[in-house]
């Protein structure tokens, strides 16, 4: 092909042709970014981001790479920072080291996870981690599972699995079905449960909410009352949602207990332990997710406390039958063997990338105790940021937290309480502009709250204390 109007750098040419070009760009971009990374505690945790300085229309010639690399510097300079420790904000951490680099190898090896031919090494290791963990969460030797990207999906991939099996749906969809499906979940649960099942052709309120205890977790008498209600007035139960690791304040439903209602009922269980499915690799912590080897479907992030990069999600099935003989769409245009199913057959994604290299690679660089040590220790930390709420008297808690989230906010006595919203949402701003540090402003039970997510492995009690130090700075003014 004639290549004149392409810079010289604008593929890695397999004959070698243009390696020192490459090369270059290749170490200034890495410079640019490593650079960049190791001084992250310097740079603002949410910079803030006034005009979009080069978002010029598409160039009729090539932009010199200089012009690029400058450009790529506002990049850096102007997006959120969750590398900082003072970024405490999200469930979103700093990536390990590998899982960047993964990235790039992924990338460049440009696999397609849609079948065992397009990725035929990243296809059996996607298969053989998965194994892994379902090992780990006691699904049994019959469980099997996906990788998706992120939660949404995995919790939509669930759900519907959950509903063909129960509905005989996968044919002829809901056209049958005389009574409404429902499910059930926390009135916490996160709302990628009502998106499923909005675009399940159910209804986003076919998911029924179930009150909360006072620290967040699902109250059990009352799902069984209202799942018996639901039946009463001619609506058709099909599944429960429970929660290891709410979004805002990180608490745990009785799955033990809730799975005893599914299972004497004939409902699908299934757990959303996005968040909370690290804890299997802490043997101080792992007994918190009792019950969940009872669930058919698990949802688990290690993009959230695994440290790998975004996005890394997977969706776990007690049963690996019912991904091929309810969801199962087999792709004439795919090459099929007997030994392995394509994956790209039983996922709700058709062409995906090879998410499962940085998490190998995270999981061999890290190791089972690397990780038990990072969980264990930002409980650690969470029991001393907890000691500093304590400590505090216009500060109040959500909930009595189980993982590595806290949720607060003040209650100043000399502050009218209809304006307890205001005063927190202040608060938030003062934080960045004045400690640079962020913690995000769920809104909770009606109110405005403080959520800090204690992941960063460069937290130390001197970040907590500066936070805490300037919540007083604010409180005083
Ligand atoms: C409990 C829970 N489930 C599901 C999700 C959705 O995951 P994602 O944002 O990757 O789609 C989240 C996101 O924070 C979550 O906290």
């Given amino acids: 092909m004639n290549r004149s109007e392409l810079p010289e750098s604008a593929f890695i040419d397999p004959y070698g042709g243009n390696k020192v070009a490459v090369k270059k760009l290749t170490e200034e971009i890495l410079e640019l970014v490593f650079s960049h990374l190791q001084k992250a505690y310097t740079h603002s945790p949410l910079p ?8 010029t229309s598409i160039p009729n010639t090539h932009t010199p790479e200089s012009e690029i690399l400058e450009k790529l510097k506002t990049v850096l300079n102007t997006s ?37 031919e397009m990725s035929p090494l990243f296809s059996r290791l996607e298969s053989l981690l998965i194994k892994e963990f379902t090992t780990l969460f006691g699904l049994g030797e019959q469980a099997g599972g996906v990788m998706l990207s992120g939660g949404s999906l995995t919790n939509l991939q669930a759900l519907a699995v959950a509903r063909n099996v129960k509905f005989d749906a996968l044919e002829r969809g809901l ?33 029924i909410p179930i009150k909360t205890n006072i620290n967040s977790q699902m109250d059990v008498s009352e799902l069984k009352r209202t799942i ?38 004939n409902l699908w269980l299934h757990v959303d332990a996005a968040y909370g499915g690290a804890l299997l690799l802490s043997k101080q912590h792992r007994q918190k997710l009792i019950g969940i080897e009872c669930a058919d479907s698990v949802t688990f992030n290690p993009q959230k406390w695994l440290y790998v990069a975004k996005t890394c ?16 769409i087999q792709a004439p245009y795919m090459r099929q063997t007997d030994e392995f199913i394509n994956l790209g057959e039983i996922s709700v994604q058709g062409t995906r990338h090879a998410e499962v290299l940085k998490l190998w690679l995270s999981l061999q660089h890290i190791g089972k105790n690397g990780y ?30 189980q993982m590595n989230i806290v949720c607060f906010r003040g209650v100043p006595s000399w502050v009218p309480s209809a304006e307890w919203d205001t005063w927190n949402a202040r608060l938030q701003t003062h934080l960045l502009e004045n400690g640079k540090i962020f913690l995000s402003l769920p ?23 500066n936070l805490f130090g300037e919540i007083n700075n604010y409180a005083s003014t």
């Avoid at 499906?181 to 009502?194: N, Y």
Wanted: aromatic share 8%; net charge negative; proline share 5%.
């Fill in 175 to 207: 056209t049958a079905q005389k009574y409404p499906p429902v499910l059930f979940a926390s009135e916490v649960a996160h709302t990628s449960i009502q998106k499923a099942a909005m675009l399940l052709g159910l209804g986003a309120s076919s998911v």
């Fill in 443 to 465: 809104s909770y039970r009606g109110s405005c709250w403080l959520r800090a997510v204690l992941l960063n492995p460069y937290i130390s009690e001197e970040t907590i204390d």
């Fill in 372 to 401: 038990a040590q990072l969980i264990d220790e930002s409980y650690r930390l969470t029991n001393y940021f907890l000691k500093q709420i304590e400590k505090t008297s216009f500060l109040e808690l959500a909930s009595n937290p």
């Fill in 48 to 55: 803030e981001l006034r005009q979009l300085p080069f978002l």
């Fill in 313 to 328: 999600a997977m969706i776990l099935f007690k049963d690996f039958a019912t991904l091929k003989n309810a969801f199962r």
């Fill in 80 to 116: 959120m920072n969750p590398a900082n420790p003072a970024f405490i904000g999200h469930m979103d951490s700093i990536p390990t080291t590998v899982s960047i680099l993964g990235e790039m190898v992924t990338a460049a090896l440009n696999n397609n996870m849609l079948s065992l």
């Fill in 228 to 265: 018996e209600n639901a039946k009463q007035i001619g609506l058709a139960p099909f599944c429960i949602v429970a929660t290891a690791g709410t979004t805002t304040t990180g608490n745990i439903d009785p799955i033990q207990e809730i799975s005893q209602v599914a299972r004497d009922r």
